[in-house]
C-alpha cells in the first residue's frame, strides 16, 4: 500500500517564566475539513489534559490538508512525520505566541493517512493532549501476495468506493473495470493478475469526499537473466556462461539437452561437438519460486575457419599490398607471421599491410582460447628476373600458338610457366618448361599452345626460382590470322615423280589448285579436303602442256597462295 504520510505530529512545547505557570490555561483550537460541517471547515476547541480525540477528514480540493492550529498560551511548536519508523522534520522548532493562528498545508496522499496533532504546555503541572485526524472514508488495496514467482497468479483486493465501480491499470496492460459488492457492510472487489515481471497496479474509484482516490500498490516478480561470453566457439573452446537475479540469496543449476552440466553464477563449459547448443539455467531464490524460472542460452559450435582477402597477389617491388583476415570465431585475435607458422610476427590485427622485397608467404592465425585456425596467403614480387630474358615472343601458327624465348643467364631458376589469358588481367596456367638452374650460358626455349585459337590471346611468362619466389615476364599479344596461317609449298621443285603439295592451314576444308602456264592460261583445276595442320598431297598428273615455267594457285577462304613450279 502506497502512503505519502504515515502520519504527521504537532508537537507544541511551551516554554514560559515560572511565575506565570499558575496562571497557563492550556487551551489550543484545530481546524480542518469536514464536508459535515459549515462551509466544509470545523473548529473544535481542546484543553490540556481532556483524552485524546480523534476525527475523521476529507483533503480540499487540491488534494491537500490544511490544519490551522491557534495556541492560548506561548511556547513553541515542532511539526514531524513518521513514514516508515523514519521521524522526519516538517517543520524546525518554533516559537508560538498566545492567541496567534498557524496554518499548515500538510499534503494529502490517496492513501489511507492518520494525522497525529499532539501538544504540550509547560506549566507548573505538564499537559498534553492528542487529536487524530483520519482520512475518511478510505479506499485500500492490497495483494494476497507482494511477491510472486514468473507464472503465479496474485489476488489483489480494494475497497472504499461509493459508486462500486473499480477502474484497474498498469504499465502494458489494458484497463479493467471491476464492479463491488458489499462484504461486511464495505464494497470490496477482487482482481487477478498473473505478471510476468515486476509491476505497480493502480485502482481508482469515487468515495465520499467527492473525489476520485486511487491506490497503487507493486507486486514483485524475481527476474532471471543469463548470457555467455561467447556467441561462437570452436569444440574445444571454453565458453563461461553467467546467470543473474533480481532476488538476493538465488541459486542457479545449469543444463543442456537434459543433462546437468553445473551450478552458480557463473559456470565455464567445453561443448565438444559442433551445432549450436542451448544451455538452460533454473533459478532457486528465498521467494520459493524453484524451478519455474528458467533462461536460455544458444551457442554456435563450429570448427574453427580464417580466410584472407586476397590469397594470392602480385605487387611490384617497393609497392605493398592490404591483407585482411576475417574468422567465424566471436572475439578472435590475430598475427601474422612471414614465411613460415612458426616465422617471425610482423602483424598483430585483422588487417596486414605486406610489403616484401621478394615474393612471400604469410601466414594468419586468428584465435579465441583455445579454438584457432591459420590460413596463408601469398605475396609475389615483379622485380628483375632472376633470369635474364633475352627474348619473348608469340606467334600463330597453324597448329597453335608458337611461344618461343631466349636467356643470357639463369640463376637458381626452375622452371617456366607458360600462362594465357582472354582479357589480358585473368591468366591461367598452360604447362610448365624446365629451367637450367644456374648457369651462364644463352638457352633457348619453345612451347607450344595447340588449343583452339580465339580471335586474341595473352602470354606470359612466370620464372619460378628454386626457393619458390616466381617473376614475370611481359605480355605478349597474338592475333588470330588466317592468312599467315595458311602456307603452301610443292617439294622437290623442279618438279620429278616424288614431287608433293605440302600444305600448312589452321582450319579443315576444301582447298583449290588451279594450274596455269607462262601466259596465263588455265591448264588444270581441282579441289582436295584438307585437314588442319600440316599435311603433304600428291600432285596430279600435269598435261602435257605444263611443260617449262607454270604457276599453280593454291586456295582455301580468303587465304591463297601462288607457286612457281619449273619443269624439266
Known amino acids: 500500500m502506497k502512503h505519502f504520510f504515515s502520519f504527521v505530529t504537532l508537537l507544541l512545547l511551551g516554554c514560559l517564566p515560572l511565575a506565570s505557570y499558575a496562571a497557563c490555561s492550556g487551551q489550543f483550537d484545530v481546524s480542518y475539513p469536514d464536508r459535515t460541517a459549515t462551509g466544509g471547515i470545523r473548529t473544535t476547541h481542546y484543553n490540556f489534559g481532556q483524552n485524546n480525540s480523534s476525527a475523521s477528514f476529507c483533503p480540499g480540493t487540491t488534494g491537500s490538508t490544511q490544519l490551522t492550529f491557534s495556541p492560548n498560551d ?12 523514519v521521524t522526519t522534520v516538517l517543520v524546525p522548532l518554533r516559537s508560538t505566541t498566545s492567541n496567534a493562528v498557524y496554518t499548515y498545508t500538510l499534503p494529502a496522499s490517496t492513501a489511507q493517512i492518520t494525522y497525529t496533532i499532539a501538544t504540550t504546555v509547560a506549566c507548573s503541572n505538564a499537559k498534553s493532549s492528542t487529536l487524530t485526524l483520519a482520512l475518511a472514508p478510505t479506499l485500500s488495496l492490497n495483494a494476497s501476495l507482494l511477491k510472486v514467482c514468473q507464472g503465479n497468479a496474485v489476488t489483489l483486493t480494494a475497497t472504499g468506493s461509493t459508486s462500486g465501480s473499480y477502474t484497474w491499470t498498469a504499465p502494458g496492460m489494458t484497463s479493467v473495470t471491476t464492479t463491488g459488492t458489499v462484504v461486511n457492510g464495505v ?24 473525489t476520485t482516490t486511487s491506490q497503487q500498490i507493486t507486486v514483485t516478480v524475481p527476474t532471471l537473466t543469463a548470457s555467455s561470453n561467447l556467441t561462437t566457439v570452436c569444440p574445444t573452446g571454453q565458453v563461461t556462461l553467467t546467470a543473474t537475479s533480481s532476488e538476493p540469496g538465488t541459486t542457479f543449476t545449469w543444463s543442456q539437452g537434459g543433462s546437468a552440466v553445473g551450478s552458480g553464477a557463473s559456470i565455464t563449459v567445453t561443448p565438444g561437438s559442433t551445432g549450436t547448443l542451448t544451455y538452460r539455467v533454473t533459478s532457486n531464490n528465498p521467494s520459493g519460486c524453484t524451478n519455474t524460472s528458467y533462461a536460455e542460452v544458444p551457442v554456435a559450435v563450429v570448427a574453427s575457419t580464417v580466410s584472407v582477402n586476397q590469397p594470392e597477389s602480385t605487387i611490384d617491388k617497393g609497392q605493398s599490398v592490404t591483407l585482411v583476415a576475417s574468422s567465424n570465431l566471436s572475439n578472435a585475435t590475430y598475427s ?11 602483424g598483430s590485427a585483422a ?25 596463408a596467403a601469398r605475396v609475389n614480387v615483379n622485380g628483375p628476373l632472376p633470369v635474364k630474358l633475352s627474348w619473348f615472343e608469340a606467334r600463330a601458327t597453324a597448329t597453335g600458338t608458337r ?33 637450367a638452374g644456374t648457369t651462364a650460358q644463352p638457352r633457348q626455349y619453345q612451347y607450344l599452345d595447340a588449343t583452339t585459337r580465339p580471335a586474341l590471346r595473352y602470354y606470359r611468362l612466370a620464372q619460378v626460382d628454386v626457393d619458390g619466389n616466381t617473376h614475370y615476364s611481359p605480355v605478349r599479344v597474338v592475333q588470330a590470322d588466317e592468312k599467315a596461317s595458311f602456307r603452301a609449298q610443292v617439294y622437290p ?3 620429278t615423280a616424288a614431287s608433293t603439295l605440302q600444305l600448312s592451314t589452321a582450319t579443315a576444308g576444301p582447298v583449290t589448285c588451279t594450274l596455269f602456264d607462262g601466259l596465263g592460261r588455265e591448264l588444270l583445276h581441282y579441289t582436295l579436303t584438307a585437314t588442319a595442320g600440316e599435311q603433304q598431297v600428291a600432285l596430279p598428273a600435269l598435261p602435257a602442256t605444263a611443260s617449262g615455267l607454270s604457276y599453280l594457285l593454291v586456295r582455301q577462304g580468303t587465304a591463297q597462295q601462288v607457286l612457281r613450279l619449273q619443269r624439266p
Open 74 to 85: 506561548d511556547g513553541t511548536l515542532q511539526i514531524s512525520y513518521v513514514v516508515g519508523g
Open 187 to 210: 464494497n470490496t472487489t477482487t482482481l487477478s493478475r498473473t505478471p510476468s515481471a515486476t509491476t505497480t497496479y493502480t485502482v481508482t474509484t469515487a468515495t465520499a469526499c467527492g
Open 336 to 346: 601474422w607471421r612471414s614465411g613460415s607458422t612458426n616465422g617471425p610476427i610482423v
Open 351 to 375: 588487417s596486414f599491410t605486406a610489403a616484401p622485397e621478394s615474393g612471400t608467404t604469410y601466414y594468419v592465425t586468428a584465435a579465441t582460447g583455445s579454438c584457432s585456425a591459420t590460413e
Open 403 to 435: 611461344l618461343s624465348w631466349a636467356t643470357a643467364q639463369e640463376i637458381n631458376c626452375e622452371y617456366f610457366r607458360v600462362e594465357r589469358s582472354a582479357d589480358g588481367r585473368e591468366f591461367t596456367a598452360l604447362g610448365k618448361v624446365a629451367g
Open 493 to 495: 621443285n623442279p618438279l
